[in-house]
């Protein structure tokens, strides 16, 4: 089940009518170029919780995660 949910979950910095115009605002162009190359590299959508946080953090979660291994991730990603 949470596998599932991991694979629904929106892309961050793609429009979409779940997520708030708030959080929406607060993401850019380069969270959404990241997000995708993330979701190619391990097969799902990068999750994590965004309300509060600056751009640059997210971004740089991102970037960190990115170097995980897909087993490690996938690990970290359900537990979100």
Do not use: D
Not at 19 to 37: D, F, K, P, T
Request: aromatic residues 8%; charged residues 30%; glycine residues 6%.
């Amino acid at each position: 089940i949470k596998w599932a949910a991991l694979k629904a979950h929106p892309q961050l910095g793609k429009p979409t009518h779940s997520v708030s115009h708030h959080e929406q605002r607060n993401l850019n162009v380069s969270i959404h170029e990241h997000c995708e190359r993330y979701e190619n590299h391990f097969g799902f959508p990068f999750v994590t919780f965004v309300n509060g946080r600056s751009t640059e953090e997210i971004l740089g979660e991102l970037k960190l995660r990115m170097e995980n291994g897909k087993e490690e991730e996938e690990l970290f990603a359900i537990r979100q």
